[in-house]
């Protein structure tokens, strides 16, 4: 072997001069030394691929000696010895084949696999040739090729026949003779429906077979529904789709099922591929979106779910590798599915092989960060908006006619009142002694003498009270009396004590409110509505009282006056079996007794005839006064440190959020809603119930970086959440764990509430907080700010205008402040102090509801949505976020011109600037990739055998022109259909599966160049629905929610759904089988349904073991064999045997039966039957030839 020893021979001896420049006798144009040209991209770069380029490739990081074989610079570059590693003409004078060929010290080293003998000659060859470099072929600009000259010119139909022939002349072969017309007509029903041809079209197709019938062929299976769900499918390959997240406990990916069916839509109104694609990328972006053809809803939305698609881990220790992870599997099915590139190869380092770096997977990276998930809500048909138009008069006359009662609430006393209950504050003991004194307490129960009249329900309270010993710890200790009511049972049973497990409830009978104030003893669990004391006026709800988780009863004190007079019921509740699942309460009194410091029902009445004023409307101001002056809820000035997110007083406050739907607005202080009752809205705020509580709509903030220790938020609402979403995490939504109280429900309708998160565990994460309102509820949100300290305090209602002798009630009520403090407590109240005031509003309130109650709810549409401000991310080093480079703006692939204008991409996330790049003309990788797709859905191979990698590690066309004459003429019309249709009339399409030649089996061995067409078998879910479709029972019903997947006794652990769907799915179509990663359909898994992992643009084709036990044991195909069976059966009896046989043979394999097979049939059936025929079904879809295409 020639060796570096050689190699310094040559050096002395002259032969290899010092200067010697390896370029130069390329330029003299060196002639090939073999009979035969060297192809760089389908000869020598796979093999540079496979042993050079991982150490001397496009990797800078990984790159040896600074050498780079796949760039014809570096490669020719003089290097030791003086000696290039590729010397262009003379591979003598190569060091790189010098290497090679040493066996002391060769390339690749370390006892890695060397080249064979054979790709050692085809390199020398490729040198000796002058070494020619090209620009990898995928890369290239995308040019229309020259029809090539064939031999037999009448063969071709259609121009791409050409390239076919041409292809074969070079191999001196002719093509396969035509497949005859029942083959053919077989073929092209499957490959473009994925159903078999029914007896009827046969027969129809029979009876004309010329061209023209062939079109008219095509053309139906090409518009029909079956034609969009096969290739629908297809599709759902390309983006690993899946409705469960996977993991460990399979939680369901919300609505996935309409993204399913927007895809058929799409390909059954035959969208042009360029527009498809965009939708996939920026559908929510586009201002012409398409518009769905029954409910007029954006169409154009639900192509971005594609995104959220992919696995999840529930819980990840480390958020930002978990966001890497899910942020590669997205740029992974975006570059293989719309480029057929491996773009995700270069997270950790530059793409060893192909021209990609990791600044490009960055670059898109930045865009898929900008880009958030979304649950879009829709308007079917308009009618939210057309019900919104209806409401809108209405809210302004609700505007004015609230503004009007509040300028009769001018006339009313309210300064005086307001003083006079300030200055009664802590006025406990003035007055004169005995005026007024109260009336004593009404005992209501006191338990002493059982449950007496009230009603004991469930077993939770026993048959009767507890006695104080038959108590623990200090339950007894407040107690009054022997006896008190305890559902936490602590008394010996044959089982022993209940404690916390029974449930039940006490119901008093109904008694009348005769005092000021209901008194009581209680302690036990803290659970709103579940462990509790309620008091109910005329059925209605109007206080409850939790145990606050405290085995000592405190003492509640209920404030009645309001409804002194009428009648009430008293519950107490136990609907908790878990830990404090009990209540405990005792002694319910009425008293007039106020609380320490509180002035006595005389003390006002003495104060009131003094002032003029009414006693009852003065008693209220009292009992309300300090609802008035509490302190604010923190609304006071921000702390030095602290950063405001945003105030939304700004005019522009919600520039910096992404607004999802149509329910939120901002508001300013003053305007009016009804939420139960007019309300003044007392300061600026974002706000869902501007146009009614109905609308369902979120708000999700600008990214942050986490620097602070606390997150806080001053907002108020009912039936709204709040959350912050870390490094765009979403699976805690399902299953908190390590992001507990980062999800938090508002339930605070009359006042604001302080909504505060600690972020330690989170510190310098990228965040963003979303405001949600999903309907039926409402929330309002004044600041967003983060601090370093927890405590924030408020400042409260501003009540020192009562000290100016000036002041009047329109000078108390133009503060929207004050305004809405005194409507909250109902001092300023339409029926009590405006007759006028109440007529108007009570008319134009009810209207108002139920006009807002008539709102329907939208449908709700997983999405993509821009983050409100776009972000660029670090290069990660080795692909480790936590070690961050340089910072890496958003932009596409370099070397196809996508970073050459970066600022394009600066406004939002920059996916429409990204979509317009992909879709390009321009954009050769596109173009071929879904060329090369289309031909391989109906030819059974791509022209580029690997249709999900077009790059170095993929599988070089043979055919280089032919792709590129499809690709070409995809691009001219961007028609699937169209293109499909060409092909499948083509001559090249119409060849029979096998060759009279026998050199074909030599030559193209592996049927590269097409000399036959490619026998293929059914995909799993076709061999399925083919079953479905010769029983007769295949469902034909085009969309809508997923048929639950079967579940045997072999698919089992956690996340399993909770209910098994049917054997046959309904009859549906396997297409519209729930996916469940966890869980996938044991048929189909058998016969090489792929795992929605990642793009699998080809699927494996396996023969195992399990395909045919799948076939002959599967419960659901026994029970397709006997409907079948049983079906044939009856034909049999009212058309014959004979022609039954013909017919079941027919559907399965779309020919007559042969006379062998006629008898074989009659021996089955012939006097066993029904399970005669239901065997010879059975038979026949176990055969071979029942799930292969010839």
Known sequence: MIGRALALLLLMSGLLLPGFSPASDAEDGIESAGDEAVDFDRQVLPILAHYCLPCHGNDGEARKKDLRLDDQDSATTLRDLNIPAISPGHPENSLALLRINDDDDPMPPDGRERPSVEEVEILTRWVEQGASYTKHWSWRPLEAPELPEVVDEDWARDPLDLFIGSGLDSLGLKPAPDADDRTWLRRVTFDLTGLPATPEEIEAFLADRSLEAREGVVDRLLQSSAHAEHFAR?????????ETHGHEFDYPIHEAWKYRDYVIRAIASDVPIDRFVTEHIAGDLLEDPRIHPRDGTNDSLPATSWFWLSQGTHGPVDVLKDTHDRVDNQIDVLSRAFLGATVSCARCHDHKFDAITQADWTGLSSIIRSTRRVLRPQDPGGKI?????????????????????????????????????????GSAGIGEPGELDAAPDVVVADFEQGWGPWTVEGNAFGDQPHHRDDLVNEQAVEAVGDHIACSQDHRPAPDGPAGDVLKGKLTSPPFELQRDYLVFLVGGGQHAGKTCVNLLVDGEQVFSEVGRNNTRMHEARWDVGRWRGQEAVIEVVDDHDGGWGHITCDHFRLTDEPAAGMASRGQIERVARKAGLDGNQLREWVRLWPQLVRPGVANGPLRDGDLLLTDFSQADALDDWSIVGEAFEVLSAGDVVLIGRPRIIDTSCAHSAVRGRSLVGSLLSRNFTIEHRYLHLRVQGESARVRICIEGYWIDQHNALLFENFRQDVNSPEQWRHLQMDLTRYQGKNAHVEIHDEG???????????????????????WTVLDDEATDSATLLADPVRAEALLAAGLVDSARYGDAWNAAVVSTVEQLRQLDESVPQPKRILSAADAPRGFDVHLSIRGNPHKPGDLIERRALENLGGAETPQLYRNGSGRRELASWITSSDNPLFWRTQANRLWARVMGRGVAATSDDLGAMGVPPENRALLDHLAVRLRDNPSRRALLRDI??????????????????????????????????????SIRDSILSVSGRLDRKVGGASVPVHLTDFLTGRGRPGGSGPVDGHGRRSLYIKVCRNFLPAFLTAFDFPIPATTVGDRLVTNVPAQAL????DPFVHEQARLWGERVMKSAEDEGLLVAIDRMWQQAFGRPPSGEEIAMARSFVEGKGEEGWVDLAHALIQTKEFRFIP
């Open 234 to 242: 297809h599709w759902l390959d390309l983006m690993r789709f899946a």
């Open 385 to 425: 908006s057309s019900k919104i138009d209806e409401m809108a008069p209405v809210r302004e006359k609700l505007t004015a006619v609230t503004r009007q009662g509040m300028e009769l609430q001018h006339q009313l006393p309210l300064v005086q009142l307001a003083r006079a209950a300030r200055g009664l504050q």
């Open 984 to 1021: 499948v009339l083509s001559r090249s399409y119409q060849m029979a599966s096998t060759h009279s030649d026998p050199r074909a089996q030599v030559v193209d061995a592996a049927n590269d160049r097409w000399h036959r067409s490619h026998q293929k078998r059914l995909t799993a879910e």
């Open 1110 to 1113: 799948a076939l002959m044991n």
């Open 776 to 798: 039926r509820g409402w929330i309002a949100v004044d600041r967003v700010w983060l601090s370093a300290e927890g405590v924030q305090q408020g400042t409260g209602v501003d």
